[in-house]
T-cell receptor, first 114, second 111 residues
């Protein structure tokens, strides 16, 4: 597609529920990133994929968070047993390769845990 | 540790010039980025500096001093649509994927 596409744009879920957030990167981009942005803060790195593999998942806050990219294109961020502190905007970004000068962000998935 | 500092808020008048400063302390340096983010929207790329000096791009310019750990974004001929948050981000290592972002500067442009 023309840009990075993320769904859903908004998600409200109850504490303890499971959530999946989807990212469709720019066509041809091999590198994909997930960031999390809390209100009034800058984005924080979560995980980076090069192709199908997670090259760096050091930013995932705990083992409730997991992400996959099985075919090297679309990625899904999965959050188990959601907590109120997980409420944030989850931003996906992609770039043609990991050494590029910039990454291109999607509009994010706004997650609210009540 | 890794730290990036920017002012929280700034206000300026339409048609004026504003300078948004960013200081950083990171374990390494492989480039500094400025992004613009309107409320509820994705960050969009504005500029990239990896060498010292000024990069000019239309109404926006960005400056970098690596020895001082300092950058600024200069916006000229301000327009109402420039009201947004401006995010400073550093790539601490090659393979520019793991950006460290500042908290952003909310700029309000007044008529």
């Amino acid at each position: 597609g023309a840009g990075v596409s993320q769904t859903p744009s908004n998600k409200v879920t109850e504490k303890g529920k499971y959530v999946e957030l989807r990212c469709d990167p720019i066509s041809g981009h091999t590198a994909l990133y997930w960031y999390r942005q809390s209100l009034g803060q800058g984005p924080e790195f979560l995980i980076y994929f090069q192709g199908t593999g997670a090259a760096d998942d050091s930013g995932l806050p705990n083992d409730r968070f997991f992400a996959v990219r099985p075919e090297g294109s679309v990625s899904t961020l999965k959050i188990q047993r959601t907590e109120r502190g997980d409420s944030a905007v989850y931003l996906c970004a992609s770039s043609p390769n990991p050494s590029g000068n910039t990454i291109y962000f999607g509009e994010g998935s706004w997650l609210t845990v009540v | 540790g890794q730290n990036i500092d920017q002012p929280t808020e700034m206000t300026a008048t339409e048609g004026a010039i504003v300078q948004i400063n960013c200081t950083y302390q990171t374990s390494g340096f492989n480039g500094l980025f400025w992004y613009q983010q309107h409320a509820g929207e994705a960050p969009t790329f504005l500029s990239y500096n990896v060498l010292d000096g000024l990069e000019e791009k239309g109404r926006f310019s960005s400056f970098l001093s690596r020895s001082k750990g300092y950058s600024y974004l200069l916006l000229k001929e301000l327009q109402m649509k420039d009201s947004a948050s401006y995010l400073c981000a550093v790539s601490p290592s090659s393979g520019t994927y793991k950006y460290i972002f500042g908290t952003g500067t909310r700029l309000k442009v007044l008529a």
